[in-house]
Structure formats: structure tokens, C-alpha cells
């Protein structure tokens, strides 16, 4: 099935690229946080960098101008759609469509659930699971084994959260010496990071016995480093410090020896995700469901 | 005549289960007790780094926003109103910190206009209300759906995202001691002494009960009802704004869209636990910090338990809805009738 | 005329008690077909009560109803339209921002598959107004529709093609002389196809120009009834405001303060549109002025007038000479005039509220926020009132809501007299506190008006009025129609000038 449908497809977007630049339409969720404008801004910059035309739609947080701006791109006949999807649902009938217009789609960051997967080419993003399992894997190496670890988990429920938490506990499973002693959601805030770290140290008389804190993002980690800090404790140096993000502050904290390890989560995604799309439209082939963009572990100075 | 209590007893016994103080003490007493079990050491405090130290001294310190915002709350409750935004007014005054601290302008200054931001708030609250009549709980939404955007603009304005600062003078405020007590323990039982000075000291607390009572009523007896309803919000601003400035120098850094989150539910929460009624007509500013801590000590006790986060908000709702079933006086009955018939 | 056939619908010895009150006592009314009944009398008579008995609304406790001769059982208010007894009640009960289709098949809507039919209904709506020779849009908003085409739409729910006996609750209310002639033409249509119709207004003049025969009751009581030709207006207002009551407290006032002294407080041409035309009225240091009138004839407007809690858009007012350019309820307290709402409940208790707070209250707004009344000194004031008016309260730090209505009633004129005023506007300070109360409150005000405070004593009470004032100034369809002082106070002279005789 698959293969009828890329031989069909090879004939026609051969006939249609030519000489002229590549176009594709790139439908963004919108614009909060810190990662995803910036992850916008990069998409448009390697664009220009690599000639391609881009058609940039964002959809302000709503599924239904995600589906507009996707069947807009279809009527404009673009050589490829890029989706960073709002929700995982309700995507069979759209992807169909382009999929009968011969248009193939990537996604981009969160995946789609659709009960055929020929829908899409691939998904191009970065592995929550494999930045826990890098941050996991680090403080093996730096305690060597043997660490006692409290954690400051992110929003409960929501899919970075329960990745890293999976993808930082599977590393710990191979070392007997290690394990989490106390976890609790901090929400991704400063302030809730500082709040949990804090209830930690009463918990723990001062963090006694602890050799590590791992937490979901950077933000709840800053938070818990003012709160280490407060109660007479040295971050970086009594009690490791591990998380993901890698934010201008940490950046910081990491230079003044505070906090020891970052895993980087790269807003810098356009250089990974348009090759993908450029090579297949040159030579369509089945490409695995999911191509993990790499992720970085940035370590403190002294270490 | 054959009763074993002498009746002066059982007379005090009904003066204690109808003093309003006496269940949410109760139920902070239970908490506390609970704690005391699952935690080792709850009730320690020792003195590092030059300052009381303790899980104690950590409810009483996390409780400070809460109840400061609880207490600008009881206030506009009582007018029979409701500020819904007093969150997002902490994220702007939060936002326009970072952003006056990246100015470079001296640090008192910066504490000044993050106050004044605050009542800048209150002040655009108090107009939906007091002046166009639009209902508070429509008026005050509007500030609590626009006002992260508002701090997010503000963010925008010199490109900072998530800033980080220092500020010896606003984390002094915030995070210091003077001498063993931490300094917003301080402020916060002057802040409190203020308001109860203001609301119970002039008539202020008798005109806002008699808004919220029967505005009618109170303007025929000559209270200025929109006036007093204005002032209310312009307090329950400049209370936000407090929380602000020291949430913010907490935490070193702005952060509009998530720094407070739902801490009005919290507050109108502490308002009711501390035996306010949303109905108005009322202000009890002590029983509202009671409020604030039976909250707080919920929140940290929740945090130090080591019970798994998804369980954090089902096991805070059991308990406050268990405070609320403590004080209401149909539920107590309905209980007592049914264990004495068990008896029988 | 109504004993030769037999009459529509005849309740007969119809009692209601409610707690502590005797609503109804004994009470008989006979309807016609193809009359219109007038149901006349003041506030409290029990005309609600007995036409609530009527249509099922409330349960009587003795008596019988007899519908056509035969005797019925309306227990609820559905019985009561499945005999075909309809109401449309003072407070039109019908949502504005449904449309008039909506609102005219709001109980039953025609169904169809289980379905409403929208199309049935717009023609059973139209088809209903039909019946009263209405035609509009019954697609539109009925808030867009003026209250006169509101009240018609209301009746037009209210009828029913079995309807036999149509009750209308102050219908004229709110609407102006030619949206009333409206409803009178339909009025009499409904008249002429044979339906009883009970009409309750306090216009009399309506009543002269619709009905065909009068009931008045008082104090739950019939006390008279037969065709309007026979209850000429004279007879009608004295029906109604009670000849009987009581002895007549002799009338003792001292009219030495009649000549002399310049007024405290004066109105000159004050008034406002739709709610009281202009007025003069003028009151001096140590005598009492009585603001004598029907129900709804504008007493409480011109005590409101006074006091700045209506703002007036004509004439001015004077106070010690001075003219006040902007007055309001604050403004009369800092100067030193104080008011007692009618309405307590909606106007003056502040229930949540101790005894000592309510009666403290205006003082402190006299004196402004920031100077406020130490606790002994509030606690001084409350005891003194509460001795004075021999309030019944066990301690003053019980909340007002708590005490019986003739308390709180007490409570509110406590707090007017607590502000020290030199004016004071009483609006009907005895409304609902027992006879022992009642006299209190009499001596009180000759007592205050003696220690020189001007008082103005708006009452429906006439006895009362001839009572204590020593002038008493007549108003009949918001407009002073009179004025009378000294000896010409009598009871009858005040009904003479309210009849407009």
C-alpha cells in the first residue's frame, strides 16, 4: 500500500519541483512559553538560510485553524506540509486529503494518533524519554553508581513529565546503588521548584543522605538551587544537580558551579527537520516513523 | 438535674463549638498532628544560617502570599464582591520588576512602582465595579484572563524571557531575616496590623459590611457605597502587589504565566475556612490568615508526605472539604443525630 | 343583579391565618359572569392572599369556593386553570429576551414526534392574541415590546378558551393613560364573551371607569361591597382607610410654633418627572408635619425628595436658609437630617449586622470614616436607644436579622434618631409593630418634636396622622393636592382632600 502510493507519488512531485525552490507549509501551535517562538524563529531564519519558501501558520493554540491553515496549503498545491500539532486527535480526515493530493506531511515536536500511518511521512523530534535517560546516565557516570536522588517532577500528566521521568528511572534500573528517594511535581516553576526543594530538605534533615536532584525542566531546578542555598547548602558541591532545558540562567548556574548538568532541549530544530523533507522530495523513500533529533548534556565547567 | 456535666460546663462546651475559630483551629491542630506522625522531626526548628529553620517556619513563610492576598480578599467579600485577578496583578507587578530592575533603576524606587502597580489594578477593578456597575466576578475576570498576557508584553518590551536578577533590597524583603525571624514575617504582621488598624480602627470595616450587607441599606444611612466598594478593590490591588513583590524576589526571576496560578482560589478559599461568607456583609481578617495557614499547612504537609504528585489536588480538596464540613453547622448535626441513634 | 342568577364564582367564609398574622377572617366574594369586580384596599388587607386562595396559590384554612353553584377543590394552582381561573399577577411573569411565541407556549409547547413544533407553536401564539385583537411580530424579543404590549401579551398566556374567571394584579401599574385605555377596551371584550373578572388597582379613578361592582376589605376583613354606582368615591376611601379604628387620640398639638420660626427645611417646586410633580412643603423646628395619602400617591417619593435619595430635576430645597445644590443621603445626615425608610427589609436592616452596628451606622457616616465611634461610646448609644424604644433584644450585640419585624423596625428608627438630626422624615414608622409599640413610637415622635426637632410623620395611617401633626399635607396621584393645619386636621377632611371633593 505504502509503496504504490510513494511510486505514484515519485512521478508527480518530480514533474513539480523542477528548477524552482521548494515550498512548504509549516503549521505551528502558536506562541507560548519560551521554547516554541523561538522554535518558530528558527524554522523561518533556516528557511531563508536554505532557500526554501516557507509559509509560516500559526494556529494560536486552536486544532481548527491548524485544519484551515493545513487545507489552505493543500488548495496552494505546496511540495510539503510541516505540522507541530496542537492535539494528538482528529487528524485522519485532513491528512487524507493530502495525502489524495499527492502532498506529503512530516511532524514536527508532539505526534498525531491515526489509525493509518502511511498518513505521514515521519516525525521529526527531540526524545523527552532519551534527555531523561542522558541526565540519568550522566549522574550514574558522576556518582558512579551510587546516588540517592530526590526528584522534581513536571506538570503531572503531561507528556515531557512522564517521558524523562520513564527515560531517567530506566537508566537508574541498572544500578542497584541508585534510586529516587523523594518526587514531587514542582509544575515546571521556579516557584514550585523552590516550594518542593524546600519541603525536601525538612523532609530529608537537610538533604542528608542525598546525593542528587534531578529535575524535569530548569526553571524547578533554579528554584530548588535559592532553596538549597537558603538552608545553608551548597548546590553543585554537596548535592548534584542534574536537569533539562539548558536556559540562559542555567547556563549561568552551570559557570558559577551551582548546578552540574543540563541536557539541551534544542528550539534549533530547523537544520534537522527541512534536510528530511528536501531528501525525501528528492527521493521518496519509507523513512522511519520517528527520527529523534539529538539531544545535547551540557556540564558544568568544573566538571 | 441529673446531668454529669455541671451545666456552666456543657454551657462553655456550646460557647466553644459556636466560636467561629474553633474548627478550622481544629482542623490545623489535626493536620498538624497528622504530620507530626508521617514526618519525623516536623516540629523541629533550629536556627541555620542566622534564622529560624523548620517546617513550621515554613508554613508560616509560604503562607505569606496566600494570606496576604486572602486578606485584600475577605475585604472586597465583604463588599459582597469578588477579585478573581489578584493572580495576574502579581504577574505584572512581577513582570515590571524584572523589567525596571534590567532599567537600572534604584531598587526603592522599583519596590514603590511594583505597590503602585498593584493599585494601578485595583484602581481599573474598582472602575468596572464601583463606576460602570459591571458584576465583580465579570469586572475582576477580565484582569485575571488579560493580566499574564499584560506581563508577558512587559517581558517583550526589553527581550527578556524568563529574567533573572538579584535584588539585595527586594530579596531582603523577601527571603531575608532580621534576626532569627525572616523578613516577610515581619512585613506581613505590619501589613496585617495596617489593614486591621484601617478596617476595625476607623469605620472603613463598618461601612464595607453594611455595602455588602444591604447596599440599599447603607446608602440610605449615608455610606458612600461605590466609593467604599472602590476602596476595597484598591486595597485588595495593593495587597496583590505585596504578594508580588515578594513572590518575585523569591523566585529571582519573572515569570507571568505560571507565578501564582491559582492562587485566588486559594485565597477566596482561605476567606471561606476563616468563616467569611461570599453572600458579603462580613470581614474576619484574622480568621481569614487562620484561613491561609490551614492552607498552606495542607499544601506543605501534601509536599513533605512523600505521597505521589498525582494524588497532590484529590487529597487537598478531601481535606478542605472536610474543614468546610467541620464548620457547617447542618453537617455536624446531621453526624450527631446519626451516631446517637446508632447508640440506641 | 347578582343575586337573581348565579353568580360565576363565590367564596364563601374564607379564612387564613399565618404565623402571628390573621390574614383573612371570614370573607365573601361574589363574581358575575361578564363583571368587572374591583378588589380595593391598603397594603396588608389581604387582597393578595385571597386572590392567591383563589387561584390555588396558597391553602385556605375554612371556608368554601363555588364555581357556577357547584363547590370545587382548588388545592394547587393547576387545579385552579384546569377550572378555568386565570392570573396574571402585578410583576409580569413572563423572560423578556424569549420571544413572544416562546413565551406565549412556555407551559405546554405543541409537540410533534416528541419534538416541540416551532411552527404550531407560532401559530397557537398568534392565534392567542388573536383572542385580544393583537397583532405583532411574535418573532421578536418580547423585551422589545412596550410594558403596556408585555402586560397584554401576560394576559393572553393567562386566558385559556375555557377561561371563566380572569384575576388581574395591579395591570395598570406601570402604564401610562392610553396604554391603559388599551387595556380597558380589552378588558371589556373579555367582559361582554361572559368571563368574571377580578381587577385590583389603587387608581381610583380606574376603578370608576371599569368595574361594575367593589369589594373593600380592611385588616383581612370584607367591610363593604356593592355596585360602584352605589360607593360614591367618599364612602370609598373612608372603606377603605377604616372608620371604626380605635378611639381617635384627641388631637392635642400645640400650635404655638405654627406662626413663628422660619422653616429648617423647604422645598420649593422640588420634584421629578414620573415619580412626583413639584412641591412646596415646609417644616419648622418643633412641629410635626403628616404626609397624608393613598397607596402609591407619592409619600415615599416626597420623603425620599427631602432626604436626597431621589434626585430631583426641578425646584430646590432649603435647609436653614441655604439652598443644597447637590443633595444626597450623606449630604441631609452631615446637615442634620435624618430619614427611616419604609421598606426595612429592603432599605434599612442590615441583618448580618449587630443591633448596636445598625444603630450606629448613620451617626458614624455623619461623622466620616476616619473619626470613628469608640466601642463604649457605640455601646452607650445602643443601650440608650435600645431603652428609649424599648427595644426587645437580649443583648445589643445580637444580630438585627434575628429580632421579631416590630424590633427591627425599632432598630432602623433607632438609627435615624441616633444621627442627632434636626430633621427627621418618618416614613411609616408604625408599619407592622404591634399596638404596645405602636404607642411608643406616637409618644416618641411628640416627645422628640417637643425638644425642638421637625418632623415629618408620612403614614397611611390616618388616625395616627390626625394624631400627632400639626399639619398634615395631602397628596393624591403623586401630586400635593392639599394642605391643612391646626383644627382642620380631621380625619374626614383628609379623606374629603384625598377624594379630591
Not at chain 1, 524519554?129 to 546516588?147: D, I, P, V
Not at chain 2, 455595602?211 to 495587597?239: E, F, M, P, Q, T
Not at chain 2, 485566588?264 to 468563616?275: M, R, S, W, Y
Request: net charge positive.
Amino acid at each position: 500500500m505504502y509503496k504504490t502510493f510513494a511510486a505514484v507519488f515519485l512521478g508527480v512531485s518530480l514533474a513539480a519541483s523542477g528548477a524552482s525552490a521548494v515550498t512548504i507549509g509549516f503549521s505551528q501551535v502558536g506562541d507560548e512559553g519560551d521554547w516554541r517562538p523561538a522554535f518558530s524563529k528558527d524554522m523561518q531564519e533556516e528557511a531563508k538560510k536554505m532557500g526554501i519558501d516557507l509559509k509560516f501558520a500559526d494556529a494560536q493554540g486552536k486544532q481548527e485553524d491548524q485544519l484551515k491553515a493545513v487545507r489552505a496549503f493543500i488548495a496552494q498545491r505546496v511540495d510539503a506540509i510541516v505540522i507541530a500539532p496542537v492535539v494528538v486527535t482528529g487528524w485522519d480526515q485532513v491528512l487524507k486529503e493530502a495525502k489524495r493530493a499527492n502532498i506529503p506531511v512530516f511532524l514536527a515536536d508532539r505526534d498525531v494518533d491515526v489509525t493509518d500511518k502511511s498518513l505521514y511521512v515521519t516525525r521529526i523530534s527531540a526524545d523527552f524519554s532519551l534527555e531523561g535517560k542522558l541526565a540519568g546516565a550522566w549522574l550514574a557516570q558522576a556518582s558512579k553508581g551510587t546516588c540517592d536522588v530526590v526528584e522534581l517532577q513536571g506538570t503531572v500528566g503531561s507528556a515531557p513529565a512522564i517521558e524523562r521521568k520513564k527515560g531517567f528511572e530506566a537508566v537508574l534500573s541498572q544500578f542497584p546503588g541508585m534510586k529516587i528517594v523523594k518526587t514531587q511535581s514542582g509544575d515546571f516553576t521556579t516557584e514550585g521548584g523552590k516550594k518542593v526543594m524546600e519541603a525536601f530538605i525538612k523532609a530529608t534533615d537537610n538533604l542528608k543522605g542525598i546525593c542528587a536532584s534531578f529535575a524535569h525542566n530548569d526553571n524547578m531546578q533554579l528554584g530548588a538551587i535559592q532553596a538549597m542555598k537558603e538552608a545553608g547548602l551548597k548546590p553543585g558541591k554537596d548535592v548534584l544537580m542534574v536537569s533539562v532545558d539548558y536556559v540562559p540562567a542555567m547556563k549561568a548556574a552551570l559557570a558559577k558551579g551551582e548546578a552540574n548538568a543540563s541536557v539541551e532541549l534544542r528550539s534549533a530544530i530547523g537544520k534537522y527537520i527541512y534536510p528530511v523533507v528536501t531528501d525525501y522530495l528528492k527521493n521518496p523513500k519509507e523513512l522511519p516513523k520517528w527520527i529523534v533529533i539529538p539531544s545535547d548534556l551540557h556540564v558544568a565547567a568544573g566538571n | 438535674m441529673t446531668a454529669p456535666l455541671p451545666p456552666s460546663f456543657s454551657g462553655r462546651l456550646r460557647e466553644l463549638t459556636s466560636h467561629r475559630a474553633t474548627w478550622p483551629l481544629l482542623a490545623l491542630a489535626v493536620i498538624l498532628v497528622v504530620d507530626g506522625f508521617v514526618a519525623p522531626g516536623f516540629f523541629t526548628i533550629r536556627i541555620v544560617e542566622g534564622r529560624l529553620f523548620g517546617s513550621l517556619i515554613d508554613i508560616l513563610y509560604r503562607a505569606v502570599p496566600t494570606a496576604l492576598v486572602a486578606l485584600g480578599m475577605a475585604v472586597v467579600i465583604g463588599t459582597k464582591g469578588i477579585d478573581l485577578s489578584v493572580g495576574s496583578i502579581i504577574a505584572v507587578v512581577g513582570a515590571t520588576i524584572a523589567w525596571r530592575i534590567q532599567e537600572g533603576d534604584p531598587h526603592f524606587v522599583i519596590l514603590l512602582t511594583a505597590l503602585g502597580v498593584g493599585l494601578l489594578c485595583g484602581l481599573w477593578n474598582g472602575f468596572l465595579v464601583a463606576v460602570l456597575d459591571i458584576q465583580p466576578i465579570i469586572a475582576t475576570l477580565i484582569l485575571m484572563v488579560s493580566g499574564r498576557g499584560i506581563g508577558l508584553m512587559i517581558n517583550l518590551i526589553y527581550g527578556g524571557t524568563n529574567p533573572s536578577f538579584t535584588s539585595p533590597l527586594l530579596q531582603g524583603l523577601s527571603v531575608g531575616s532580621i534576626g532569627l525571624v525572616p523578613t516577610r514575617l515581619i512585613v506581613f504582621a505590619a501589613v496585617f496590623v495596617a489593614l486591621w488598624l484601617l478596617i476595625r480602627r476607623t469605620a472603613l470595616g463598618l461601612f464595607v459590611e453594611a455595602v455588602g450587607g444591604n447596599a440599599a441599606a447603607a446608602d440610605l444611612a449615608g455610606v458612600r457605597s461605590r466609593l467604599i466598594k472602590y476602596s476595597a478593590y484598591l486595597i485588595s490591588g495593593l495587597c496583590a502587589g505585596w504578594a508580588g513583590v515578594i513572590l518575585t524576589a523569591d523566585t529571582h526571576t519573572s515569570d507571568p504565566v505560571s507565578v501564582a496560578l491559582y492562587i485566588e482560589l486559594d485565597a477566596i478559599l482561605a476567606v471561606v475556612i476563616g468563616g467569611g461568607s461570599l453572600a458579603g456583609g462580613r470581614i474576619y481578617l484574622g480568621m481569614t490568615v487562620l484561613g491561609a495557614l490551614v492552607i498552606q499547612t495542607l499544601t506543605t504537609s501534601i509536599l513533605m508526605s512523600g505521597l505521589p504528585p498525582e494524588y497532590n489536588l484529590l487529597v487537598k480538596a478531601v481535606v478542605v472539604l472536610f474543614v468546610l464540613l467541620l464548620q457547617s453547622n447542618n453537617a455536624r448535626n446531621a453526624v450527631l443525630a446519626l451516631v446517637r441513634r446508632r447508640k440506641r | 343583579m347578582a343575586d337573581t342568577s348565579t353568580p360565576r364564582i363565590e367564596l364563601l367564609g374564607v379564612s387564613k391565618s399565618f404565623p402571628g398574622v390573621r390574614a383573612l377572617e371570614n370573607v365573601e366574594l361574589r363574581l358575575n359572569a361578564g363583571e368587572v369586580h374591583a378588589l380595593l384596599g391598603e397594603n396588608g388587607a389581604g387582597k393578595s392572599t385571597l386572590i392567591k386562595i383563589m387561584t390555588g396559590a396558597v391553602p385556605r384554612d375554612a371556608g368554601e369556593i363555588r364555581l357556577d353553584g357547584r363547590p370545587v377543590q382548588i388545592g394547587t394552582t393547576a387545579d385552579a386553570r384546569a377550572l378555568g381561573i386565570s392570573t396574571v399577577y402585578q410583576e409580569v411573569n413572563l423572560i423578556p429576551t424569549m420571544t413572544v411565541t416562546k413565551n406565549l407556549t412556555l407551559e405546554r409547547q405543541p409537540r410533534r414526534f416528541g419534538l416541540i413544533s416551532w411552527r404550531r407553536a407560532r401559530a397557537l401564539a398568534r392565534q392567542r392574541l388573536k383572542r385580544l385583537n393583537l397583532e405583532i411580530d411574535t418573532e421578536k424579543p418580547l423585551g422589545s415590546y412596550s410594558v403596556a404590549i408585555q402586560q397584554l401579551v401576560a394576559i393572553a398566556r393567562a386566558l385559556e378558551d375555557d377561561t371563566r374567571v380572569l384575576v388581574l394584579d395591579e395591570p395598570t401599574a406601570s402604564l401610562d393613560a392610553t396604554e391603559t385605555e388599551l387595556l380597558f377596551q380589552i378588558v371589556r371584550d373579555l367582559k361582554a364573551s361572559g368571563i368574571a373578572i377580578v381587577f385590583i388597582t389603587h387608581f381610583l379613578d380606574q376603578v370608576y371607569q371599569i368595574a361594575d361592582r367593589i369589594s373593600v376589605l380592611r385588616n383581612g376583613r370584607l367591610v363593604g361591597t356593592g355596585p360602584t354606582a352605589e360607593l360614591p368615591r367618599l364612602k370609598l376611601i373612608s372603606l377603605m382607610l377604616g372608620r371604626e379604628l380605635g378611639t381617635v387620640e384627641a388631637h392635642l398639638a400645640s400650635h404655638a410654633s405654627l406662626a413663628s420660626g422660619e422653616p429648617v427645611l423647604a422645598a420649593k417646586g422640588l420634584g421629578r418627572r414620573r415619580t412626583m410633580a413639584p412641591f412646596d412643603l415646609s417644616l419648622r423646628a418643633g412641629e410635626v408635619v403628616g404626609l397624608a395619602g393613598l397607596l402609591g400617591s407619592g409619600r415615599t417619593e416626597t420623603a425620599k425628595l427631602l432626604f436626597g435619595a431621589i434626585r430631583p430635576d426641578s425646584g430646590e430645597l432649603v435647609l436653614d436658609g441655604k439652598p443644597v445644590p447637590h443633595n444626597s443621603p450623606r449630604q441631609s445626615l452631615r446637615s442634620g437630617v435624618a430619614f427611616c425608610p419604609e421598606d426595612r427589609k429592603a432599605e434599612g436592616l442590615l441583618g448580618e449586622l449587630s443591633v448596636r452596628e445598625n444603630i450606629m451606622l448613620a451617626l458614624q457616616t455623619k461623622r466620616g470614616w476616619l473619626r470613628r465611634l469608640g466601642r463604649d461610646e457605640q455601646k452607650r448609644l445602643a443601650q440608650e436607644m435600645i431603652k428609649a424604644l424599648a427595644i426587645a433584644t437580649p443583648d445589643a450585640e445580637k444580630p438585627v436579622g434575628q429580632l421579631s419585624g416590630g424590633n427591627q423596625q425599632k432598630v432602623v428608627l433607632a438609627r435615624s434618631l441616633a444621627s442627632q438630626p434636626k430633621v427627621l422624615i418618618l416614613d411609616e414608622p408604625t408599619r407592622g409593630i404591634d399596638v404596645g409599640a405602636h404607642a411608643d413610637v406616637v409618644r416618641l415622635i411628640r416627645r422628640l418634636c417637643s425638644e425642638g426637632l421637625a418632623l415629618l410623620v408620612a403614614s397611611s395611617e390616618l388616625d395616627e396622622l390626625v394624631a400627632v401633626s400639626d399639619r398634615v399635607a395631602v397628596l393624591r396621584d403623586r401630586r400635593k393636592v392639599g394642605e391643612m393645619a391646626g383644627a382642620d386636621i380631621t380625619r374626614e377632611n383628609i379623606i374629603r382632600t384625598i377624594a379630591g371633593r
